[in-house]
């Protein structure tokens, strides 16, 4: 990564599905380098004035809207490679790194972060690759799982379950936390993932007895790295921290229904406040252009709150923005390349954690 950009945003467009190619099957979606192209959306709106192509620039653009053609489809490692490059090195240095990924519904967020047993996404990749990289410092790695769902935090992997709620506490130097938050070593993939089975388990139950409520939530997957150096001829010891943040969102589409609808719905509670904030918050630090702004709102939501660090401060962040190639979504796919390119205006000041 360059010093500069501290934020690298990524597209990735899926392949149509059956029901989508049965209706049109020519996309309206076309990557060329690191531009993104949206075809005209006359057919789906006949009776309107004919727009032109848009384009977006990205730092990647993945083309996997055909996974019959091995040779142009952009495949889980090519991702991996891509997005990974020098991030594990970042971690070891110290730096903060965030991944989130951002898109509607069925756009490819879960195929791309975790995969399947066949294609892993990048939680595995990325988790193989962390624990494998050498140190020349005792490392310890622990995990932590939760849930942000209408401004509550919840554990995924709290062994005894509680009804208390967690309180997001801010630490001067480490930034944002959940305070209770459990923690639990792990020192290989398999450890990691019998812990996120457990936690997705935890999901997929209050899915099935509260659908709306889980398809609004965010999943924040954390491995917390400390690093101890100890000099032999000095004495003295010093640690190194960094914490790796790997965000499922919600769908997307609850933003735009959101922006649609106005204030009014802040006060209902059936809006997703987080998106909404995490939407202005890039607005306001896209638009600064790297200065460094007096006030940023962090604090307006949870999730904005616990990724502080990833977007205004020292951090490493990478946005895989999701998108369909299909026709249908339109109007959902043109929302997510506008927030993903706001996004990649973000200039923050990275800075590494010492104690
Ligand atoms: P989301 O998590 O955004 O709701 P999913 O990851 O569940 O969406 O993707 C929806 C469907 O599309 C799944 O059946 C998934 O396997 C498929 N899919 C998504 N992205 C890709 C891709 N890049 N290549 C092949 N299949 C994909």
Redesign the pocket.
């Known amino acids: 990564m360059s010093e500069m950009s501290n934020v690298r945003v990524a597209v990735?467009?899926?392949?149509m599905?059956q029901r989508e190619k049965e209706k049109h099957p020519v996309g309206v979606i076309s990557m060329s380098g690191n531009k993104t192209i949206l075809q005209s959306n006359a057919t789906v709106s006949p009776g309107k004035v004919q727009k032109g192509p848009k384009e977006f620039a990205f730092d990647h653009c993945?083309w996997?809207?055909d996974?019959s053609d091995p040779d142009t489809?952009?495949?889980?490692e090519e991702?991996f490679k891509t997005l990974g490059e020098g991030t594990i090195e970042n971690i070891y240095q110290g730096y903060n790194v965030c991944i989130f990924?951002y898109?509607?519904?069925?756009?490819?967020?879960?195929?791309?972060?975790?995969g399947?047993d066949d294609?892993p996404g990048l939680i595995p990749r990325f988790c193989r690759a962390l624990l494998n990289r050498k140190s020349e410092g005792t490392v310890r790695v622990e995990l932590s799982y939760m849930e942000i769902y209408n401004e509550k935090v919840r554990d995924l992997l709290k062994l005894k379950k509680s009804k208390k709620e967690l309180s997001v506490r801010e630490h001067n130097i480490l930034g944002p936390y959940v305070e209770g938050l459990s923690q639990h070593a792990v020192s290989t993939w398999e450890d990691i993932k019998l812990l996120l089975l457990a936690g997705n388990t935890c999901r997929t139950t209050a899915a099935t007895k509260m659908n709306e409520e889980s398809s609004r939530s965010h999943a924040i997957f954390t491995l917390t790295i400390t690093q101890m150096f100890h000099n032999q001829a000095s004495g003295t010891s010093k640690e190194l921290h960094s914490k790796f943040n790997l965000v499922?969102l919600a769908?997307s589409e609850r933003a735009s229904k959101t922006g649609a609808q106005g204030k009014q719905l802040v006060e209902s509670g059936n809006i997703n406040k987080s998106l909404t904030s995490l939407g202005r918050i890039i607005s306001s630090l896209a638009e600064c252009k790297g200065r460094r702004l007096s006030y940023v709102s962090y604090r307006d939501s949870v999730l904005t709150w616990l990724l502080k660090n990833s977007l205004g401060g020292n951090s490493k962040t990478v946005m895989l923005a999701?998108i369909s190639p299909a026709e249908d979504n339109y109007g959902e796919t043109h929302s997510t390349l506008v927030y993903a390119e706001r996004a990649r205006k973000i200039v923050n000041q990275a800075t590494v954690n010492e104690d």
């Open positions: 990735r467009v899926r392949p599905n993945f996997s809207a996974d489809y952009a495949g889980q991702v990924a898109g509607q519904t069925g756009s490819g967020k879960t195929y791309s972060m975790m399947t294609e499922d769908g999701t």
